[in-house]
């Protein structure tokens, strides 16, 4: 992909939305996905956010979409602005001229006019891998079978588990805004999930482990009969899709969901970050295996990113450290082109691409490292500054 625009034929954008073409979008990703998708990504499909969703027309119908929500986050206390894309759709008819491409650098270059730093996409199809998107992230992925001796250490008689609505989602913001990795989000995100139920593109329930004063964590659940692509006589399987709050509690409401879904197991993904989670399912030996962040992820810009973290960088490896560091992109934040470079006085670290500078900032399950080049000394001090926390979508998937 460049970031040339496509040649112009009979078509009109990459753009946004206009006010009198939702019928046709609805129309275009009903026909590419399922006809539920308004529905299902009402944070996506909102007329507040009609500029976000970018769009080409070719005739009387609409040839291409890519959407974005932009939302700021906090990793560890560096607060940042993260775009989420989602329901990239090309009609079947349109496809193979580009468009889809064009629509994602389009949607790219969103993003950053609106400050966004990092993209996180819901997907990795070799039309994003292209550009550099890539899985990042060094997270666990758990196992507790019923019945297991894992699942019966975590068991708590006092603990309280019941389903939590929208009278509780006051409670259940206040919790998750103590989370030190998260999306920072607005009431609407909590009160449009609980109405359309969908969470993580699966029907969900929303669990409350409640406290003598209310409640002290939550638990988004994927309803074990409701999973997508799992055969219909595969075991139930709870699935937590975010969590917050008191560690010990919502380790606790794992076997007691186990026992209300009649389900055979809990998968628990663990954000790298978690280490509260990380140890208490560690001390009943629960399996584990290494995962990245769902989805992909692109830096959009890299020099205004790492800024924003430079606390979190001078609390791993000094300020004085850190003051000295300064950081360079070829091409213009949004662009897919281009390479990176870390300068410390004379001496510079390069990273030759998205694809290399993703894995390298996030870290990677994989073994393999990502290629750096340059002064050896600087790249090991940044080793020590890496990987930054990865989020997790949860509630704000799109």
Not at 169 to 197: N, Q
Not at 326 to 341: I, K, L, M, N
Request: charged share 20%; aromatic share 6%; glycine share 10%.
């Amino acid at each position: 992909m460049t970031d040339r625009p496509i040649p112009s034929d009979t078509h009109d954008g990459p753009r946004a939305l206009a006010h009198d073409e939702w019928p046709l979008l609805n129309r275009l990703v009903s026909d590419v996905f399922r006809p539920e998708m308004f529905h299902d990504y009402p944070q996506l499909f909102n007329e507040a956010n009609r500029s976000n969703l970018r769009v080409i027309r070719n005739g009387d119908h609409l040839a291409t979409h890519v959407g974005i929500v932009v939302r700021p986050a906090t990793l560890l206390g560096c607060t940042v602005t993260v775009a989420s894309m989602g329901a990239v759709a090309t009609a079947k008819e349109a496809r193979g001229r580009g468009w889809g491409s064009a629509c994602v650098q389009d949607a790219f270059d969103q993003a950053a006019a609106q400050g966004a730093h990092l993209m996180y996409i819901s997907g990795g199809r070799d039309l994003y891998v292209r550009v550099g998107c890539r899985p990042v992230g060094c997270d666990r992925r758990y196992e507790i079978t019923t019945g297991s001796v894992a699942a019966e250490q975590l068991r708590r008689a006092h603990v309280h588990v019941t389903p939590a609505g929208p009278d509780d989602i006051d409670a259940l913001a206040a919790i998750h805004a103590t989370e030190p990795v998260r999306f920072v989000r607005p009431r609407e995100d909590w009160v449009r999930a609980m109405d359309c139920g969908i969470v993580m593109n699966t029907p969900s329930d929303f669990w409350a482990v409640r406290g003598a004063h209310g409640p002290v964590a939550y638990l988004v659940v994927h309803r074990p009969d409701r999973l997508r692509n799992r055969p219909v006589d595969a075991p139930r399987l709870v699935r937590p899709v975010e969590v917050g709050g008191d560690r010990e509690a919502v380790a606790a409401a794992i076997p007691a969901l186990l026992d209300h879904y009649g389900a055979a197991a809990a998968e628990v993904h663990v954000v790298a970050t978690d280490a509260s989670l990380a140890a208490r399912l560690d001390s009943v030996g629960a399996p584990w295996h290494a995962q990245p962040t769902s989805g992909t992820v692109r830096v959009i810009d890299f020099p205004g990113l790492m800024e924003r973290l430079r606390p979190l960088l001078a609390g791993r490896i000094g300020e004085a450290t850190v003051s000295g560091l300064t950081f360079h992109a070829d091409e213009r934040p949004g662009s897919a082109r281009g390479g990176f470079t870390v300068r410390d006085g004379t001496a510079s670290v390069r990273i030759a691409s998205h694809g290399d500078l993703g894995p390298w900032l996030f870290g990677t399950p994989d073994t393999l490292a990502p290629t750096v080049t340059g002064d050896h000394d600087l790249a090991a001090v940044l080793r020590k500054a890496l990987p930054l926390p990865t989020l997790w979508y949860g509630v704000n998937y799109v």
